[in-house]
């Protein structure tokens, strides 16, 4: 397998069982809570409180998601996220069996004991973004589901419908108005992003005005209603950088949750030669070869997007093989667009 293609699978690859339809049943998750595998996740505006830890293969820290032990009586903003699939760990499996252990996610609540803020030696507070590309395959997995799902909530707390107030069901999975009984479920919002390649096989990235000049990525943008994914692809990157494209490919897919997207790679091909940003969103557009990114990258002319995005992926699958490594940068992972994944 490629290294593009293990990226792919790795994206794709569950690692929990999300029990969608036990999780439903009156009773079953304090029943979870109870027993003595069950890990907590504590969550706060997209944050979760991150532990430096000693890597087994070499002599420094590592950061991993600070889970805990369910303690006392199910708290109300308690959400239930899945059952760790064997293997996910790192253990060797084929990856098809539950292990037993639950994790739960608490929302953060000022006046509950069990979310206190209180720091703790080697942890601190951070989100995807900061701290994405640096954890596991299945830590990142879990603070993405946890991240989407809370973020739903806090929007959810309303009916659309009437305007009554919600009440949580289903293990975190459903709210129902308490005055017209309309049930809501979480929801995911598309959007596409593309590498897009010439017929000299070049690729085109783009740095957004929002970030710093350095950073470039793929092309991306919400899915408008009564669009389909192939027309939003052709209208972002018209818009976006000047270039008509003419075909696409699909690659592979990555849960996003800022708030709660759903990331759709493609591989768009044009004729092309000419490319202009549309200087609001996309401050540049340029070209590269694979050795010019190379020696972009290497110098710490261009900064690639994060190996935990989509987007360092569809990078990947047309350089053929693993990105070089740039230079430490500080610059702050971009926020506020699709385009950030």
């Not at 946890?146 to 289903?170: K, M, N």
């Not at 590269?288 to 972009?296: I, M, P």
């Not at 992926?313 to 971009?334: F, K, M």
Request: charged fraction near 20%; aromatic fraction near 6%.
């Amino acid at each position: 397998m490629s290294d593009s293609s293990a990226r792919f699978s790795q994206l794709t690859r569950p690692r929990l069982d999300r029990h969608s339809d036990e999780r439903h049943r009156e009773g079953w998750l304090p029943e979870i809570w109870e027993l003595a595998d069950t890990k907590v996740l504590r969550m706060d505006g997209g944050k979760a409180p991150i532990a430096e830890v000693p890597d087994a293969d070499s002599s420094e820290l590592r950061p991993e998601l600070a889970l805990t032990s369910a303690k006392g009586t199910l708290p109300e903003n308690a959400l239930y996220l899945g059952e760790i699939i064997s293997g996910s760990t790192g253990e060797s499996s084929d990856g098809s069996h539950s292990s037993g252990t639950h994790v739960v996610a608490l929302r953060f609540d000022p006046e509950s004991p069990q979310n206190s803020h209180t720091p703790q030696e080697n942890m601190h507070w951070q989100s995807m973004r900061q701290v994405g590309h640096l954890l596991s395959a299945l830590h990142a997995d879990l603070l993405t589901h946890a991240a989407a799902l809370t973020a739903w909530h806090s929007a959810a707390t309303f009916c659309p419908v009437c305007g009554g107030t919600t009440e949580v069901r289903g293990s975190g999975w459903s709210r129902v108005c308490t005055q017209c009984e309309r049930t809501q479920f979480p929801r995911t919002d598309p959007a596409v992003i593309t590498a897009v390649v010439d017929q000299q096989d070049r690729l085109l990235l783009g740095s957004a005005v929002a970030w710093d000049p350095r950073r470039f990525s793929t092309f991306a943008g919400f899915v408008e209603a009564g669009e389909s994914l192939e027309d939003a692809i052709v209208r972002e990157v018209q818009e976006e950088a000047g270039v008509t494209v003419d075909s696409v490919e699909y690659i592979g897919s990555q849960a996003w949750p800022f708030l709660r997207s759903l990331m759709l790679g493609f591989l768009a091909h044009t004729s092309a030669v000419q490319a202009t940003a549309d200087e609001e969103e996309i401050r540049e557009v340029r070209w590269f070869t694979r050795k010019s990114l190379h020696d972009d990258v290497v110098s710490g002319a261009v900064v690639l997007p994060p190996r935990s995005a989509v987007s360092h992926a569809l990078i990947t699958h047309w350089y053929g093989t693993a990105l070089p490594d740039g230079p430490a940068t500080s610059d702050p992972e971009p926020a506020g667009r699709a385009q950030s994944a």
